[in-house]
């Protein structure tokens, strides 16, 4: 693939982030989208709460356990080839599961939490691949911008699918659910190969374009050895925790205490998603003008903290008082990625944005894989109240560990 491309010039970049915007989008409908469908999903295919949570955090754990390698491909290969290649897969996957792994088809706990992890797997391709395009067609001044337009893409995709899976799957089934899901990942795929190219080498991008590593001179270190790097992806997995508690729990928690439906949910959720994309875009913009992505990232910490803290409080209040925390607390946890992955690709530089890209998305989908997996035991052995209480405690956490202002001066 050729970077010396005539009639892609600078402008093509506003095509490059769309295209990155619908397979951000079209990834994190699913991912977002199923486990809202938790109330049919445990009903329909016979699951316990804790059986339900283990294979929801499957979706996470297949995240976390490809990111790295697929950000590690995409600095390799670059992010066409990586973004044609997992977005053609996942929608394949998620064909055969809408023909083959329903609940009439009698699939069981072990063949979902399978599918679940592989769709996991494939899709995390978008994570590291989308956000290099945007390193490498976007300037300093812009890139916050972008990658913040980038990463709205996961709430406004993921509201999407929030609204539109659980409906699908209570109406007509989870094999309408799934065959959706895989549309719109082929959908992104055929954009990817319409559209999404390497930008042209000249004076201004150059700067933007991978280093020759064999050369000393133009050699990047690895991100994974550094250890501000790593300061900032553990900060970003404790503030996963809310977002995770919030998206993959609210219908079953007010289904379970509160006795709403699934309707309830959806909405609290569709709430705290285009909430934080719109705190995503606006953070972007203005840390862009500032330079200020930590100092935020860590202000956004201390806030969505107090908003779960507040949901602890609430727990056995009202529900529309309940449902306030639970919005709050979602949308102050879903409005800081788009800082956080630019601050974490520009320490890395171009070169290797793949792959602190890739770091970045490892952690939180780690964390997205164990929280769902340890709330059902929180809620065994304690409360509702203690799950958000802690999910508040990690957020608060995050606080300290993220790197300060006066580190980020290179």
């Avoid at 337009?149 to 109406?171: E, K």
């Avoid at 799934?178 to 150059?206: D, G, M, N, V």
């Avoid at 919005?327 to 520009?346: P, R």
């Avoid at 209480?389 to 790197?403: E, K, Y």
Wanted: a positive charge; proline letters at 5%; hydrophobic letters at 50%.
């Amino acid at each position: 693939m050729g970077r010396d491309r005539p009639g892609y010039g600078p402008r093509h970049r506003w095509v490059v982030l769309a295209v990155g915007v619908g397979a951000q989008a079209a990834f994190a409908a699913m991912f977002s989208g199923i486990p809202v469908t938790g109330v049919s999903m445990r009903a329909g295919y016979h699951l316990s709460t804790e059986q339900l949570g283990l294979v929801l955090a499957c979706l996470g754990l297949g995240v976390a356990a490809s990111d790295l390698v697929w950000g590690l491909l995409t600095d390799r290969f670059g992010d066409r080839r990586v973004l044609l290649t997992g977005l053609t897969a996942t929608g394949a996957l998620l064909a055969v599961m809408a023909a083959a792994v329903t609940p009439s088809d009698g699939a069981g706990v072990a063949l979902l939490a399978l599918c679940l992890a592989l769709a996991g797997a494939l899709g995390g391709s978008v994570n590291g691949a989308s956000g290099r395009a945007v390193m490498t067609w976007f300037g300093e001044g812009e890139r916050g911008f972008a990658m913040s337009i980038r990463q709205t893409a996961i709430p406004v995709g993921g509201a999407i699918g929030v609204a539109l899976l659980p409906w699908l799957a209570g109406s007509y089934g989870f094999g309408t659910a799934y065959a959706a899901s895989a549309a719109c990942c082929l959908a992104a795929a055929a954009a990817t190969w319409r559209w999404l190219h390497e930008p042209p080498t000249s004076p201004a991008t150059t700067a933007l374009l991978p280093s020759d590593e064999d050369d000393p001179r133009t050699r990047v270190p690895s991100p994974l050895r550094r250890w501000d790097v790593w300061r900032l992806a553990l900060a970003g997995a404790l503030l996963t925790v809310p977002q995770f508690a919030v998206l993959s729990f609210t219908a079953i928690f007010l289904h379970d205490v509160k006795g709403e439906d699934a309707t309830l949910a959806s909405v609290t959720v569709v709430i705290a998603q285009l909430g934080g994309g719109a705190a995503r875009i606006w953070t972007g913009r203005r840390t862009d003008r500032t330079g200020t992505r930590r100092t935020h990232i860590r202000a956004i910490g201390t806030l969505a903290g107090l908003a779960m803290a507040g949901a602890a409080v609430l727990t056995d209040a009202p529900t529309p008082l309940t449902v306030t925390a639970l919005a709050l607390g979602g949308l102050l946890a879903n409005s800081w990625h788009g800082v956080a992955y630019t601050e974490i690709a520009a320490m890395a530089g171009a070169s290797r944005a793949g792959t602190a890209l890739g770091l970045l998305g490892t952690t939180l989908f780690a964390m997205g894989f164990l929280t769902p997996l340890l709330i059902p035991l929180i809620i065994t052995h304690a409360s509702w109240a203690t799950v958000w209480a802690l999910a508040a405690a990690a957020s608060l956490l995050a606080v300290p560990l993220a790197p300060g202002e006066a580190r980020a001066r290179r």
